[in-house]
């Protein structure tokens, strides 16, 4: 059984590292293709290309990354801080060219004369020193890394409901891509039928039985029918373009399967993942956040702690010279007793905007949940709407034969086939559009309920 276990185990990572090859080969292969050629992509490969080439998710990973650095430069301030300096001083100033003598070792005895001490001649000074600084205690460096880390998390769970909101614009433009290429069916269909009715029209006129007006009448008829798709092709070129450009490429990408429906769950399923949604994780964060800017704000009332220290050289000569050496141990308590009130009013504007943040919070969860409550009742009006559309397109197919049939008999006039078939055209599309109308609506109750990769069994990558 273990052995089973690792063969599986070994078969899955197998097949993730084979899926990744071929979306990569997938995202580098489709800029060569020629405009005559079709890609066409299953939904799953659609949304796991778009996640890795989708021009706006590309660029909030970086700004993901650039949040990440901030980490590290909140935590520099508590390393310690080493400087390099080299300094030249000419000077004739008595207490200057006393103390470079003495720092350069070379002071004598005839430096102690009174004419030298008052009246000393000019002195060159080149200060070599290296500094070290280590803080111990700041309490306001702690809190700002706290801080960054918390925002850091934020911006993750930002990360993650963009993948979300990605995934579902793909979703919803694969589905326009099939509604379009089913309203180009429709449109064939439409304009097959209007060639028969007008080659029934004219069989009826060679024949001495209709009217020359019913020819002209079918021969509109054709040429609607034939602008109809004409409009419906140039509505999935746009289509498939836009589903590339989703995918971040300049190439339109075709889809290759009529997806299936996900299964409609009761309310509670989607109220409980909404409680979890990504937006919803990074504005708690943000509170938090908002609550440690208080402390922040507090900080300063704190002393700050460190140690340091520096060694020198001097030469009257040349920079970096050694003529004397020295060092400097130190330890420093800076505290900033008074400021002019000026941390009182801080912590009181932080206290003000971590209520203003727990605001926000509490309006966004009441926002997602009634979005949640919007979009399953939309999910179950879209659902209702395709039954009622596939009873239409069966009630208009069978009046349309009808119809045909009481025209081809001489009972009814043309006029009435071609309402008819303009019915049948129109139910035609109805249908097609309820049906991914609501597979849309479906979709969006799994985005706004934050359970959409759950839904759809895909899994979003982790960064």
Not at 115 to 130: C, E, F, G, R, V
Request: overall charge neutral; glycine content about 6%.
């Amino acid at each position: 059984m273990e052995n089973a276990g690792r063969q599986a185990a070994k078969g899955q990572t197998m097949r993730k590292v084979l899926i990744s090859f071929i979306l990569s080969l997938t995202l580098f292969g489709l800029a060569a293709l020629s405009p005559a050629q079709e890609w066409a992509l299953t939904l799953r490969d659609a949304i796991e290309l778009g996640l890795k080439g989708n021009p706006e998710l590309r660029a909030f990973h970086n700004s993901v990354y650039a949040e990440r650095e901030s980490i590290g430069a909140a935590r520099s301030s508590l390393l310690p801080k080493i400087t390099l300096e080299e300094r030249f001083m000419r000077t004739t100033n008595p207490t200057f060219a006393f103390s470079s003598k003495l720092n350069q070792e070379r002071f004598t005895q005839a430096d102690f004369a009174i004419q030298n001490l008052n009246n000393p001649a000019a002195i060159n000074d080149y200060q070599t020193s290296i500094s070290v600084e280590q803080p111990l205690f700041v309490k306001k460096a702690y809190v700002g890394l706290k801080m960054a880390r918390e925002e850091y998390s934020a911006r993750l769970e930002d990360l993650s409901r963009k993948k979300e909101e990605v995934a579902f614009n793909i979703v919803r433009t694969y589905l326009s891509v099939n509604t379009a290429s089913e309203f180009v069916e429709v449109s064939k269909k439409g304009v097959e039928d209007a060639k028969e009715h007008l080659r029934l029209a004219k069989l009826r006129y060679d024949s001495k039985l209709g009217l020359y007006s019913d020819v002209l009448r079918a021969s509109t008829g054709l040429t609607g029918a034939e602008q109809r798709l004409v409009s419906a092709e140039k509505n999935l070129s746009v289509a498939k373009r836009a589903l590339g450009l989703l995918l971040g490429l300049s190439e339109p990408v075709a889809t290759s399967e009529e997806p299936k429906a996900l299964a409609l769950k009761e309310i509670d399923y989607y109220k409980n993942g909404s409680l979890a949604r990504k937006d919803v994780k990074s504005l708690e964060k943000r509170y938090e956040n908002a609550m440690n800017n208080i402390d922040l704000a507090r900080s300063d009332y704190f002393p700050v702690v460190g140690i340091g220290g520096s060694y020198q050289i001097n030469d009257h000569a040349a920079p970096l010279g050694s003529e004397g050496d020295s060092w400097t141990v130190t330890a420093f308590l800076r505290w900033n007793i008074f400021d002019g009130t000026l941390r009182s009013h801080e912590t009181s504007k932080a206290n003000y905007r971590a209520a203003e943040a727990r605001e926000y919070l509490d309006g966004l969860r009441k926002s997602v949940s009634f979005r949640v409550y919007e979009a399953y009742l939309g999910a179950e009006e879209a659902r209702k709407n395709q039954e009622l559309a596939a009873s239409s397109l069966a009630t208009a197919e069978e009046g349309a034969r009808l119809v045909r049939l009481r025209y081809e008999n001489s009972l009814s006039p043309v006029i009435e086939l071609l309402d008819a078939q303009l019915s049948l055209d129109n139910a035609r599309s109805g249908y097609s559009a309820a049906k991914n109308e609501y597979l849309s609506a479906l979709a969006a109750l799994s985005y706004e309920s934050g359970t959409i990769f759950k839904d759809l069994d895909i899994a979003a990558s982790a960064d």
